[in-house]
């Protein structure tokens, strides 16, 4: 199986870089925390890069 990105949702400070940086794969969720609903919208170097690095508190993995 393909990797997949998940925000660990108690550690998101919701600010958006993350969402705006990648709308197809990450969106606010009703709680107000980032959620990956499209692991597969963008291609993996484009999470690692754009959400994964980017995300100021380091809340979003890789689950394999
Ligand atoms: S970049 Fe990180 S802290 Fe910001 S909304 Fe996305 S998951 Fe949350």
């Known amino acids: 199986m393909a990797k997949q990105a998940w925000?660990?949702?108690d550690e998101c400070i919701s600010c958006g870089v993350c969402i705006d940086n990648i709308p197809d794969v990450f969106r606010f969720a009703e709680n107000g925390k980032a959620e990956c609903y499209d692991?597969?919208?963008a291609p993996e170097e484009e999470?690692?890069?754009n959400a994964i690095d980017a995300c100021p508190v380091s809340c979003i993995?890789?689950?394999e």
């Open 7 to 9: 925000v660990d949702q």
């Open 39 to 41: 692991p597969n919208g």
């Open 47 to 49: 999470i690692e890069n």
């Open 61 to 63: 993995h890789w689950k």
